[in-house]
């Protein structure tokens, strides 16, 4: 009973986090600008969790983030911020995610963006949002969840 209240819990922090990361902007991208070599970025040496990097020099955002863990599942919403651009953080997670044994599944791209990831029984939402010369890191964890079943109305 235990499991699946965890399980229930999950889901829901887990739809939410995909609710808001999908809200509509009105935000434009330019696709005509040069493209710039960025020097890749150092994996911190304090990791909340030691298979989910964080770049070198950030900082967690204590009263934003939080994290639930037992010997059966996991569950996190971990925040962090830091002086590296959107482009340095973003080209960090699609190098590091991957030596984490997280296989990448998507990525959207637009005023903010949302890195989605997996592996059995997790999922990993990594979102960077800049600010200035700041960028904000939000990592979402929690199990994958199971296909919902529909119900034709007749």
Do not use: H
């Not at 020097?39 to 900082?59: H, K, Q």
């Amino acid at each position: 009973m235990e499991r699946k209240k965890i399980l229930v819990v999950g889901s829901c922090f887990l739809v939410l986090v995909l609710l808001a990361g999908c809200a509509a902007t009105s935000g434009s991208r330019s696709y005509g600008s040069k493209v710039s070599v960025v020097e890749p970025l150092e994996v911190s040496s304090m990791l909340r969790f030691n298979d989910v990097p964080v770049p070198a020099g950030f900082t967690t955002l204590d009263k934003e983030s939080f994290a639930f863990q037992n010997d059966v599942t996991r569950v996190a919403l971990l925040k962090y911020v830091g002086g590296k651009s959107v482009d340095e953080v973003v080209a960090f997670y699609k190098a590091q995610m991957p030596m984490y044994n997280w296989s990448p599944i998507n990525i959207i791209e637009y005023e903010r963006r949302i890195m989605n990831y997996e592996r059995e029984g997790e999922s990993c939402i990594v979102t960077v949002e800049g600010k200035g010369r700041k960028s904000t890191v939000t990592i979402a964890i929690s199990p994958k969840s199971r296909p919902m079943k529909v119900k034709a109305e007749k």
